[in-house]
């Protein structure tokens, strides 16, 4: 396992370029499943996830060749199980196979440190529009011959669920409804993907989204938004270290609730068309953060965001209302000086703290970053052994990161 070796780095400044979004690039990429024809993606991050999802896609038949993607043709029964059962976001692959071919068997997706993360609203989906679904030796077997527009209500805005059975009704018999959809941005593209291929998605971006089916989808051409996490983490960088810096190639509005924040808690904010400008020299005051699907505040900021509130002056405290096990950082940061304290999905941070170097391990992606934010801040060395999770989710965090000043290495 290696591990990041972190020395103080106060005041980080200069521009950070953010790479494509991760979640927006994995369902897209699924997407190229419902056409015979060839896609075209660009600003794709390059990231272990991705590298999981395009090995998927040449399993079943995909020819990949640099930005361009095509399907000579189509065996989701060659789905490579190994590769399935590495990353989650693989079972974004069952609707756009379900609704091309009318037959799927792939991994039960495993739950991960943040949550048991289940995937009972995709299937309730998947069933209500009329295909058989078996669950047998840990894979779902789902199969349709024609599926059929139907009106289907989330009884949780799921993001995964809603791109599943968004793609899955592009290709089905009539119109279908969901009601209670999820609202984030990485929807709206995919949406925006789906409809240059010949699809008629309407609402994308509303709690509404309308999907008339058509026989056919063509191939089309798509840029990746700019990843608002990954913009978001390094405008923490900024602010955690007292230093001012810019993200380029990321939509201000898709990182609204965290410029919200920040700005409450007294950092100066500047957006352009596509870019956030950060000015973080003065202390900070704490706020309180409640996490909730987009337009709320994201969960996939959370870890980060607890980073910073522990530098804050006075108390603040986090509610993580996505997901059930989602404070796995906590005990690294209090290793290094903070003072959290947690009770279930709430925890109470004493602000005014200063960090000093340690030795720490992530668990998740996104922990696992707001370990490194924190021994940008710290006093001292820290090392964060957990390298792993972060390139699941930043391209080139080491490289940036220096851009801007850190003191940040890699030890194999
Ligand atoms: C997506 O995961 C993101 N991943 C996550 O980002 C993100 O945290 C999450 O959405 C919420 O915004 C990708 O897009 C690849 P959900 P997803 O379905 O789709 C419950 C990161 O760090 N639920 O919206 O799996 C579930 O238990 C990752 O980049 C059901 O109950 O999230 C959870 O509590 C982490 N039944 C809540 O909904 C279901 O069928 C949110 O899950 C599906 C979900």
């Known amino acids: ?27 897209v990429l699924a997407a190229t499943a419902l056409s015979g024809g060839k896609a075209v993606i660009r600003h794709i991050p390059k990231l272990t996830d991705i590298h999981v999802m395009l090995a998927m896609l ?5 020819q990949i060749y640099g930005d361009e993607i095509y399907y000579p043709n189509l065996c989701p029964e060659r789905l490579d199980e190994r590769l399935a059962h590495k990353m989650r976001g693989s079972f974004l692959l069952a609707g ?15 739950g991960c440190r943040i949550g048991a993360r289940p995937i009972d609203l995709h299937l309730k989906g998947f069933s209500k529009m009329g295909a058989q679904i078996e669950n047998c030796h840990g894979f779902i077997e789902i199969t349709a011959p024609r599926l059929h527009g139907e009106q289907i209500y989330l009884d949780f805005p799921s993001v995964g669920a809603t791109e599943n059975i968004m793609m899955a009704a592009t290709l089905a018999n009539g119109t279908t409804v969901i009601e209670n959809a999820s609202a984030e941005p990485e929807i709206s593209e995919l949406a925006e993907f789906l409809n240059n291929m010949g699809a008629k998605v309407s609402g994308a971006g509303s709690d509404r989204i309308v999907i008339e089916g058509v026989r056919e989808l063509g191939g089309a051409k798509h840029t990746v938004i700019g990843d608002r996490i990954e913009a978001g983490t390094y405008l923490l960088s900024f602010a955690v270290t ?20 920040l700005r409450e808690m007294g950092a100066k904010i500047k957006e352009t068309e596509d870019s956030v400008s950060i000015d973080a020299s003065k202390i900070l005051c704490a706020s309180d953060i409640k996490t909730m699907p987009f337009p709320g505040f994201p969960t996939d900021m959370q870890s980060q965001f607890t980073t910073l509130l522990c530098l804050a002056e006075g108390t603040s405290v986090v509610i993580e209302t996505v997901f059930e096990n989602r404070f796995l950082h906590v005990g690294g940061l209090n290793r290094m000086g903070a003072s959290i304290k947690t009770d279930g ?56 990161l220096q851009k801007i000043g850190a003191k940040i290495s890699i030890l194999n």
């Open 58 to 62: 040449e399993s079943v038949g995909a």
């Open 96 to 110: 756009p196979l379900l609704a091309r071919t009318g037959r799927v068997r792939i991994s039960m997706p495993g």
């Open 1 to 27: 396992m290696s591990e990041l070796i972190i020395q103080a780095s106060p005041g980080l400044c200069g521009a950070v370029d953010v790479s494509g979004s991760k979640n927006g690039a994995l369902p």
């Open 242 to 261: 007292g230093g001012h810096g810019t993200v380029r190639h990321v939509k201000p509005q898709h990182l609204s609730p965290v410029l919200a924040k």
């Open 345 to 400: 999905r709430t925890a109470v941070i004493e602000g005014g703290r200063h960090f000093t170097g340690a030795k720490v391990e992530g668990q998740d992606l996104r922990g696992s970053a707001a370990l490194v934010l924190a021994g940008l801040a710290a006093q001292g060395e820290t090392r964060v052994r957990g390298e792993e999770h972060l390139k699941r989710g930043y391209d080139d965090m080491i490289g940036k």
